[in-house]
Antibody, heavy 122, light 108 residues
Framework: QVTLKESGPVLVKPTETLTLTCTVSGFSLSNTRMAVSWIRQPPGKALEWLAHIYSNDGKFYSTSLKSRLTISGDTSKSQVVLTMTNMDPVDTATYYC??????????????WGQGILVTVSS | DIQMTQSPSSLSASVGDRVIITCRASQSVSSYLNWYQQKPGKAPKLLIYAASSLQSGVPSRFSGSGSGTDFTLTISTLQPEDFATYYCQQSYSTLMYTFGQGTKLEIK
């Protein structure tokens, strides 16, 4: 049974750094056909892909947020960590981690965590 | 970045209706197009991947078609549990995956 679960602070202050952890089970982070992604959704708005990491440590970031994001993985702990610097109230959103499958004709997110609502406010 | 545009943004329909949602990419994404369903307060759920492949466990009333820049999601016979928001997503550009703005399907 594949599961992903996000953890981290629910409230951060402007200019602070956000650190979120995704703990996975039911699959291995060393699986070369899969990656773990972070995706966020501001209240009432659309989904926005942020970053993902592959088993070979390949990392990809949103072009608009690249300067603020760092993603890392710990295979032994089955965890993927996302840090986002210089948080602003516009970064208030539900942050999801999701498993990405590298299929033959598409890459897709087949399992998602429940999400964690992060509010940025002083 | 590849922009994804869905239409309509919202849609009212009745149980039993046939519903079509379209998604257009700003440049070709080949078959690298996926569809998700999201209900309030829940994480998105994968419905269709690679434009037309039905994810395991998803009812067969959902189908997808298209390639290149134009795609459709069809719900053949709308059920009460299908009222939700639907998103398309391209994974052709590995530099930047993008989602559509969403289509909210409401009960008429």
């Amino acid at each position: 049974q594949v599961t992903l679960k996000e953890s981290g602070p629910v409230l951060v202050k402007p200019t602070e750094t956000l650190t979120l952890t995704c703990t996975v089970s039911g699959f291995s982070l060393s699986n070369t056909r899969m990656a773990v992604s972070w995706i966020r959704q501001p209240p009432g708005k659309a989904l926005e892909w942020l970053a993902h990491i592959y088993s070979n440590d390949g990392k990809f970031y949103s072009t608009s947020l690249k300067s603020r994001l760092t993603i890392s993985g710990d295979t032994s702990k089955s965890q993927v960590v996302l840090t986002m610097t210089n948080m602003d109230p516009v970064d208030t959103a539900t942050y999801y981690c999701a498993r990405m499958v590298r299929g033959v004709r598409s890459y897709y997110f087949d399992y998602w965590g429940q999400g964690i609502l992060v509010t940025v406010s002083s | 970045d590849i922009q994804m545009t869905q239409s309509p943004s919202s849609l009212s329909a009745s149980v039993g209706d046939r519903v079509i949602i379209t998604c257009r990419a700003s440049q070709s994404v080949s078959s690298y197009l996926n569809w998700y369903q999201q209900k309030p307060g829940k994480a998105p759920k994968l419905l269709i991947y690679a434009a037309s492949s039905l994810q395991s466990g998803v009812p067969s009333r959902f189908s997808g078609s298209g390639s290149g820049t134009d795609f459709t999601l069809t719900i053949s016979t709308l059920q009460p549990e299908d009222f939700a928001t639907y998103y398309c997503q391209q994974s052709y550009s590995t530099l930047m995956y993008t989602f559509g703005q969403g289509t909210k399907l409401e009960i008429k």
